[in-house]
């Protein structure tokens, strides 16, 4: 039978620094537990497990959705598999363009529209798995006679500093994403994890949404970059300054070089009221081979280096090469 729409409940949850156990009540699908590591190092394969249950003998092929950096490009490293009361399957990544048979849109579109992205600001993708092998709930199956099962995923993290938080979202095929959400759920792990291990500070997706000082849609360093800083923006302490200079550094795998002196080169273009510009192309700016370059941290200054600007975290601003 088509699933029927049924309210969702979440429970209180108990945090543990390697264990969030919470339950979501929803048509379909309870996730009871998930067991999510808090930390990993760059490069490092990490292991997540979902406790989950099906309540509903509709639907027998299992969707899964995971929600990571697009940094990590996870559709390359990652493996999902799920044992089962009634059965167990390992499962393959949809293909990008296979639509779901209620709305003909491509899964990971539909997901991300609907679900987006939890806590991150941005930067963000959903990879999507389909069961090889097919399972029909008996049809007593209910929620006080649920089917229970363990879903496996493997993934291996990226190459440089950062602060997420993993989603996963569950579904079936056999109906699609119904538009009200009645036969499928999400979940999003409340403690961020944070890889670390690599030169230079954590992207935090997590945190606020950084101030956005390149028009540039992508970019690498040794692409001219024409940075903006709007001192009115956060209304720094810069709103009304005579002079503003840029102060950077650039990181690489194995050294840092830092430009801060108050040099003609780093003082930047007044263009508007409060609204600075500069144009560096690192690998000159820097003396260094943009390809070595991970990443910039920059602060912006006053005449005397007494005023200092950085992000509303206390960090530097921190631009990293964007190639999506």
Same mark, same amino acid.
């Given at each position: 039978m088509k699933p029927t729409v049924k309210i969702k409940i979440k429970s209180p949850a108990a945090l543990l620094p390697l264990l969030l156990i919470l339950?979501?009540?929803? /048509?379909?699908?309870?996730? *009871?537990?998930?067991?999510?590591?808090?930390?990993? @190092? $760059? +490069? %490092?394969?990490?292991?997540? !497990?979902?406790?989950?249950?099906?309540?509903?003998?509709?639907?027998?092929?299992?969707?899964?959705?995971?929600?990571?950096?697009?940094?990590?490009?996870?559709?390359?490293?990652?493996?999902?598999?799920?044992?089962?009361?009634?059965?167990?399957?390992?499962?393959?990544?949809?293909?990008?363009?296979?639509?779901?048979?209620?709305?003909?849109?491509?899964?990971?579109?539909?997901?991300?529209?609907?679900?987006?992205?939890?806590?991150?600001?941005?930067?963000?993708?959903?990879?999507?798995?389909?069961?090889?092998?097919?399972?029909?709930?008996?049809?007593?199956? /209910?929620?006080?006679?649920? *089917?229970?099962?363990?879903?496996?995923?493997?993934? @291996? $993290? +990226? %190459?440089?500093?950062?602060? !997420?938080?993993?989603?996963?979202?569950?579904?079936?095929?056999?109906?699609?994403?119904?538009?009200?959400?009645?036969n499928s759920t999400y979940f999003f792990e409340e403690t961020c994890l944070e890889v670390s291990g690599a030169s230079g500070q954590p992207q935090d997706l997590c945190g606020p949404a950084p101030r956005k000082l390149l028009s540039l849609e992508t970019y690498d360093f040794n692409d001219l970059l024409i940075i903006t800083f709007d001192a009115q923006e956060d209304s720094t302490e810069l709103v009304g300054a005579t002079d503003v200079y840029l102060c950077a550094q650039a990181i690489s795998a194995d050294h840092t070089t830092e430009r801060c002196e108050k040099t003609p080169d780093s003082k930047m273009m007044k263009i508007g009221p409060d609204l600075w510009q500069l144009a560096i192309w690192p690998p000159s700016y820097f003396n260094i081979d943009g390809t070595d370059i991970s990443e910039l941290l920059l602060n912006f200054q006053d005449a005397t280096g007494q005023v200092v600007v950085r992000n509303v975290s206390g960090r530097d601003f921190q631009l990293l090469p964007k190639c999506f």
């Open positions: 339950v979501i009540m929803v /048509s379909c699908f309870n996730v *009871v537990r998930v067991h999510q590591p808090s930390s990993a @190092t $760059v +490069g %490092e394969e990490i292991t997540v !497990t979902l406790d989950v249950e099906v309540t509903d003998d509709a639907g027998s092929t299992l969707i899964f959705g995971f929600c990571a950096p697009r940094s990590w490009k996870a559709s390359l490293s990652t493996s999902v598999s799920f044992t089962s009361s009634i059965g167990n399957s390992t499962m393959s990544l949809i293909d990008p363009n296979e639509v779901d048979v209620e709305n003909k849109r491509p899964w990971a579109q539909q997901i991300t529209d609907r679900v987006g992205f939890g806590g991150n600001y941005g930067e963000m993708e959903w990879i999507v798995f389909k069961a090889d092998n097919s399972f029909t709930p008996p049809s007593s199956t /209910s929620e006080d006679d649920p *089917v229970t099962g363990t879903i496996t995923l493997k993934t @291996t $993290v +990226g %190459e440089s500093n950062v602060i !997420t938080q993993l989603g996963y979202f569950l579904g079936e095929a056999d109906w699609g994403y119904l538009n009200d959400d009645g």
